[in-house]
């Protein structure tokens, strides 16, 4: 069966007399579409993670996380801040 896929794989001609083997490799070695392979990583890298990083992680998690560690530190320090009591000082 491997023997059948791979010789029709060889022999398919798309238009040219060339089997896939050979357009994939001219595709591949071709310097534009290179070019673009380049150019669209550095696009789709700089979108998805530096705008994803800036967007999401800096201004939503860590700002969320910030929060409940805030809280968590209050609750076990027994801080209320309501009562006006600072930082560094501890409930009665």
């Known amino acids: 069966m491997l023997n059948s896929i791979l010789s ?25 579409h290179f070019l673009a392979e380049i150019g669209f990583t550095l696009i789709i890298d700089f979108v998805v993670l530096f705008l994803g990083y800036q967007l999401l992680v800096k201004r939503v998690v860590i700002p969320r996380l910030r929060r409940q560690i805030h809280r968590e530190l209050d609750a076990e320090l027994k801080i209320d801040h309501e009562d006006g009591e600072g930082h560094g000082k501890r409930g009665s």
Request: glycine share 16%; hydrophobic share 35%; charged share 15%.
């Open 8 to 32: 029709a794989v060889h022999s398919y001609d798309h238009s040219g007399g060339h089997g896939v083997l050979e357009e994939a490799w001219a595709i591949f070695t071709d310097p534009g």
